[in-house]
């Protein structure tokens, strides 16, 4: 933990604000005990094992549960490479951890399921919200969500052959004239699920527009197990806001905790009365260090930075020629010289020398650097070996 930002708090006895233990609550999803209501939400390409650790290292160990990228089934039980990698996880930083799988069939999803239950995982998740044109025509993913009749079989066949508690995340309905997650909901509670997650959008709106929590709250109203919501979540306020003002039990955190993976560690500073922890730049810089060198630990050294681009481009937004450094980043053919780049763009912040920084980073951008880092769509179906 040498390089790690020291967030932690003199303070730790304050109370916490009045009211607040009304909603902010621990949980159980079936008998796996959930401390702290706030979830890192699946995000494809991104929550890897190395960028789930490092979200607890900024959060201090805040995540309440902590959730994997979506796993082929077809991948998993092919015994596919890229499929168990995503399986990986460490067993003490990492808990609980859900891990979460995709796929239609029901005799490949009981098989997958067991071999999720079989990794040590606490907690096996299926997506019925994925909208990818290449998951959905294989009948996965938010197919599931037009398909209830088959998503509940799907659910009660898993349920019924883990001992693991099964859990699923929906979207608010196909589109905007078929919103059924309150049908769905009950089904898969019927079926043996433990908690639902509710993404408010539907399938057609992909990531457009915003997420309508009404709906997290109807489906929490509708059913007894916890109901995790997600969508639009961007600060420790809005999160403790939407467990406040909803019925829903926990609150999953996506895109905002890649642009500032300490968002966990705020939301606990809030909820215990404190003034939410400020992140400095340096912090910001040790993170991406740490990052890195889990990464290298996993992947091979040409997949490193491709793996750094998602974190890199989020957690710079918002800085002064931030757009700058990540042109230059993204252009460099190695970890390293990704690197050099970053680490001088941060110690130029330091030192007031971002002016001569640009500079030199400007320095033969017109030409065709290599651009080895490609933009991926946010699901990450491409790479889905399946
Ligand atoms: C890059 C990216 C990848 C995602 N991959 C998954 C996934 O694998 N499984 C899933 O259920 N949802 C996935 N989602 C949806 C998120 O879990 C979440 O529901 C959605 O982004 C809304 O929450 P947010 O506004 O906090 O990001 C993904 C979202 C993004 C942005």
Partial sequence: MANAPDLTHAEDTEPPPPGVQDYVRPLHIGPVAVARPFALAPMSGVTDSAFRRTVQRASGGTVGLLVTEFISIEGLTRKNLKSAMRMAFDPVIERPLSVQIFGAEIDRMVEAARMVADSGAQIVDINCGCPAPKVVRRGGGAELLRQSDHLARLVEATAGAVSIPVTVKI????????????????????????????????????????????????????????????????????????????????????????????????????????????????????????????????????????????????????????????????????????????????????????????????????????????????????????
């Fill in 171 to 386: 979207r608010s309905g196909w589109s905007a004239d078929t919103i059924n997650a309150v049908d769905n909901a009950r089904r898969c509670e019927a079926a043996g699920a433990k908690m639902i997650a509710v993404h408010g959008r539907t399938r057609m709106q992909m990531y457009t527009g915003d997420a309508d929590w009404t709906i997290v709250d109807a489906v929490a109203r509708a059913v007894s197990v916890p109901v995790f919501g997600s969508g639009d979540v961007a600060s420790a306020a809005e999160a403790l806001g939407r467990l406040r003002t909803t019925q829903a039990a926990g609150v999953m955190i996506g895109r905002a905790a890649i642009m500032n993976p300490w968002i966990f560690g705020q939301i606990d500073d809030a909820v215990r009365g404190l003034a939410v922890r400020e992140v400095a730049p340096d912090d910001r810089l040790q993170l991406l260090r740490y990052f890195r060198d889990l990464q290298r630990e996993r992947v091979p050294e040409h997949a490193v930075p491709g793996r750094l681009k998602q974190l890199l481009a989020r957690m710079t937004k918002g800085f002064a020629h931030g757009t700058l450094l990540r042109e230059r980043a993204m252009r460099a053919a190695t970890t390293d010289e990704m690197f050099g780049w970053i680490e001088s763009f941060f110690a130029a912040l330091q030192t007031g020398g971002l002016h001569q920084w640009c500079e030199r980073a400007r320095e033969g951008m017109s030409g065709h650097g290599p651009r080895m880092i490609s933009a991926s769509d946010p699901d990450g179906a491409e790479d889905q070996a399946g």
